[in-house]
Structure formats: structure tokens, C-alpha cells
């Protein structure tokens, strides 16, 4: 996934210039678990979507189209989020927009009774869903030339680890109780991230 548009490590960085080196260490730390979160969430959810699809009667041509409007909204969402956190909200506000346009999607795929339904969630989740890109940008931040790359590969261990406990978990929770419950169980993992991020990750400004 492309970086968000502009989401670079020269704009916005006011918390990053004051704070001092365990400051910005615990706010790694914290974008970490974040994303590790995020993922768990998004693996959980990810691997069922064509079952729920299939549960509302949509048809393979329909598949098609509906992932050709996903990858449209993604286009439009980089965008869009990228100049937002750049010009006016800042990434802190981008990065719970984020998590809870996520939330809201993945609950939508789990209510979901009907195609439409189904159709607003992907599209919602591909105009909002930039967590990645700006935890990333935010990391660069926080880190030095020295330290950079260790907290890129932390990040990195993170993702692929969330992923993976994430599907498992997926695949048990469906097993046992359905198709519906792993999209209301990612809801939850990211309302609670979007409360740690929104109380414990440091404000920005954006450029201008």
C-alpha cells in the first residue's frame, strides 16, 4: 500500500521535535501495539468477507464489481486522508478516523442482510482505512536514522504476527460461532484502539 499522500515525516511533527527520547520510545511502542490490534482486527474480518458475500446472495460477477469499487474508494481515500492529515486534522485525527471508520465497516459486514449493506461497508473502510500507512509516517517521526530501522522491522514483526493470530482466531471463532461474530469481535478491538490512541498518542499540527 502506497504511503498516505504526504504523511512524511517533514510535515506535522511538533510533538515529535519536543518530546524527549522515552517519550518518543513509549509512543513507538504504543503505535506498535496499535497496529498489532488493527490487524488482528483486519484478519479476523478479511477472511470471511466471501462467505458473508456469498450468506447475501451476491454473484461472482457482482464479486468483481464490488472490488473494483473497493480499489476505487482506496484511490480516493489516499488521497483524501493523505491531504487531511497534512493540511487540517492532523495525523492523530486522521489515525482515529481511521480506526473508526474501520470499526464501523467491519460491524456493518456483520448486520449485514443484504448486498447494499455489504457494498457501504467496503467502500467505507476503502476511503478511511489509512491506519498503516500513517502509523508508519508517525513511526518515521519519532525515530532517528540510528533507530529507524529496528522499530520498521519491530513494525513489520508486528504486522505479519497480528495477521496470523488474527486468522487463527478467525477460524475458530466461525467454526464456532459463526460467520457474524469475528466482524463484531474486530468492531470491538477497534473501538479500543481508538481509545488508546485517542487518549495516549501525543497531538500534531498539521502544516498548514
Partial sequence: MAPCCKC??????EPQRTMGVESRTRTVWLLLIAV????VGVALVVPNLIFRWKEVG???????????????AQLVGRLVIGHLGDRLLGRKNVFLLSLAGAGLSYALVGIAEHVWVLVLSRILVGL???TMTCSSALITGLTTQDTRA????????????AFMSGQSAGGVLSSRYGRRLPCFVASALFALDFLM????????KPAG
Fill in 36 to 39: 498489532f490490534i488493527d490487524l
Fill in 128 to 130: 478511511v482505512k489509512q
Fill in 58 to 72: 451476491i454473484s461472482p460477477a457482482g464479486l468483481g464489481l464490488v472490488a473494483s469499487i473497493y480499489s476505487g
Fill in 150 to 161: 529496528q522499530a520498521m522491522g519491530r513494525l513489520s514483526s508486528a504486522s505479519t504476527i
Fill in 197 to 204: 490512541i485517542a487518549l495516549f498518542l501525543p497531538r500534531d
Fill in 8 to 13: 512524511s515525516a517533514a510535515t506535522g511533527t
